[in-house]
């Protein structure tokens, strides 16, 4: 079912890029309609083969199903031909390609966690949205900017927890940046520090007699 999301998933999202790169010959209209109608008939397509022959026939005939048509609508609709058409096809394929490897390699790492597959798609396809269209309104750029911070406070946790679980290599790896700046900007206690923070913790609990009721240790000290 993974695979079915996110074969859909890719449909949907390999369309916009078409759409967002395509220098149309037609009117923004006509050429939006195109790209949907194609759209929604691949997703229709792929849902079909996927019920009527299972997922292998659908990974087999998913490049037919969805990336000929994509292919088909460049061709059509695109004003310029040569090096100019094979540009839009490239960066239209590069995108999709960065979200979809960057979204496998967390859900990969995070241990198969769905979580970090749906956290990791939004969040990369967000990325590259905000990074094609440009927001001029300062009040769009708060607005986005707001709707964000869940996403991005939620991936954080997700690679955060993964750091502090995993001893993958790559893992490791990638946390080093922020443990060397962690390193710069903290340092260890001194005698003084540790003693000031045992006096603030005893000065609000009792922590010798919460160790005689709970542990049976405080006649020990």
């Given amino acids: 079912m993974i695979e079915f999301g996110m074969m859909e998933y890719m449909t949907v999202l ?15 209209r006509r050429t939006v309609l195109a790209v949907y109608s194609t759209m929604f008939a691949a997703m229709i397509a792929v849902a079909v083969v996927y019920r009527t022959a299972g997922l292998k026939a659908t990974l087999w ?7 000929v048509p994509s292919l088909l609508l ?3 609709l695109s004003r310029f031909r040569g090096w100019r058409l094979i540009f839009q ?4 394929i590069l995108f999709c390609t960065v ?3 960057g979204s496998a390699l967390a859900f990969y790492f995070s241990g198969r966690n769905l979580l970090v597959l749906i956290l990791s798609c939004a969040v990369l396809t967000i990325g590259v949205l905000l990074l094609l269209i440009r927001v001029e309104s300062p009040l769009m750029r708060v607005v986005v900017r707001i709707v964000l911070l869940p996403v991005i406070a939620g991936v954080s946790y997700e690679v955060l927890k993964l750091a502090g679980n995993s001893d993958n290599p790559v893992v490791n790896l990638l ?14 206690p001194d005698d003084g520090m540790i003693e000031v923070a045992i ?10 007699a919460y160790e005689a009721e709970n542990f049976k240790t405080a006649e020990d000290l």
Wanted: glycine share 4%; proline share 4%; net charge positive.
């Fill in 99 to 101: 979200i979809l490897h």
């Fill in 175 to 188: 946390s080093k940046p922020g443990m060397a700046i962690q390193k710069m900007t903290t340092s260890e």
């Fill in 89 to 92: 096809l490239l960066s239209a």
């Fill in 74 to 76: 460049i061709l059509v």
């Fill in 61 to 67: 005939l998913y490049p037919l199903l969805a990336h």
């Fill in 199 to 208: 006096q603030a913790v005893e000065a609000v609990f009792d922590w010798r």
């Fill in 14 to 28: 390999g369309m916009n890029m078409v759409l967002l790169f395509l220098d149309s010959r037609y009117s923004r």
